[in-house]
């Protein structure tokens, strides 16, 4: 009598690491992403092909690590360059509320969020 195999229709998913020098300058957690995952983005950090950002672009000239460090505005979202129109889009089409994932990383700091992104398994905090 031959058995048959039990196929598993459960997916096994890749466990997110708990890296803080991964979160994006604008507050979203690489290492949840979708295009990291697959080896398409190497990280905000390290995309040189990430030139248009102006929030990138604004934390590598003053050397922050996040807009989180950011000490210019109490609100973030006053921030012309945080709140510029190409990343209200990409906020709009991500459903993502960067300014709550600033605001965590400020009260709790970088492992802390880390932490929480990676266990939650999310790339940002959802609007």
């Known amino acids: 009598m031959r058995m048959a195999k039990k196929s598993s229709s459960k997916t096994v998913k890749k466990s997110i690491v708990v890296d803080p020098s991964l979160v994006a300058?604008?507050?979203l957690y690489c290492?949840?992403?979708g295009m990291?995952?697959?080896g398409k983005c190497p990280g905000c950090a390290k995309n040189v092909k990430a030139s248009w950002c102006k929030i990138r672009s604004c934390c590598i000239e003053t050397k922050r690590k996040s807009c989180a460090d950011c000490k210019e505005y109490a609100?973030?979202?006053?921030?012309k360059?945080?709140?510029n129109i190409i990343s209200r889009i990409i906020g709009f089409v991500l459903r993502s509320n960067r300014r709550e994932c600033i605001m965590i990383i400020r009260d709790k700091g970088y492992k802390s969020y880390?932490?929480?992104m990676a266990s939650e398994g999310k790339h940002t905090i959802k609007r």
């Open 25 to 27: 300058f604008c507050g």
């Open 31 to 33: 290492p949840a992403c």
């Open 36 to 38: 990291y995952v697959k």
């Open 75 to 79: 609100e973030i979202n006053d921030c």
């Open 81 to 83: 360059k945080f709140n």
């Open 114 to 116: 880390a932490k929480k």
